[in-house]
C-alpha cells in the first residue's frame, strides 16, 4: 500500500496551502490518519490526527489555523493551513494507520518565507 502527497510549495507568511494525499488502500475508511512534519534539525511532530470516528487532536501550534479532513470515497486526506508562519516551515508527512498497517507518505516540503 501507498500514499501519494501533493500540494506543498512555498508560500509568504499568511498565506494558505492545502496538502493533499491519496491512499492506495482497500482498509482506508477503517484507518485514523494523520499529518506530522520535521523541520531541519528536529524530530518529526504530529500536526493533526483524524480517527474513523471523527476525532481530531492537533497540535496547539496550529490550532485555529490548520484543519485536516478525509473523502472516503475518494481514500483522500487533506491537510488545510492557514495564517502560515515562518516556523511552519516543515517537510509534511501524510500517515494512514489500523487495518492497513502503518503507511506514511513520502513527504512534500512547505515553505513559508517572504
Known amino acids: 500500500e501507498q500514499l501519494v502527497e501533493s500540494g506543498g510549495g512555498w508560500v509568504q507568511p499568511g498565506g494558505s496551502l492545502r496538502l493533499s494525499c491519496v491512499s492506495s488502500a482497500s482498509t482506508f475508511t477503517l484507518d485514523a490518519v494523520g499529518w506530522y512534519r520535521q523541520a531541519p534539525g528536529k524530530e518529526r511532530e504530529l500536526v493533526a490526527d483524524?480517527?474513523?470516528?471523527?476525532?481530531?487532536k492537533s497540535a496547539d501550534s496550529v490550532k485555529g489555523r490548520f484543519t485536516i479532513s478525509r473523502d472516503n470515497e475518494k481514500r483522500t486526506m487533506y491537510l488545510q493551513m492557514n495564517d502560515l508562519k515562518p516556523e511552519d516551515t516543515a517537510v509534511y508527512y501524510c500517515r494512514e494507520w489500523g487495518w492497513v498497517g502503518n503507511v506514511w507518505g513520502q513527504g512534500t516540503q512547505v515553505t513559508v518565507s517572504s
Open positions: 483524524l480517527s474513523t470516528a471523527g476525532d481530531t
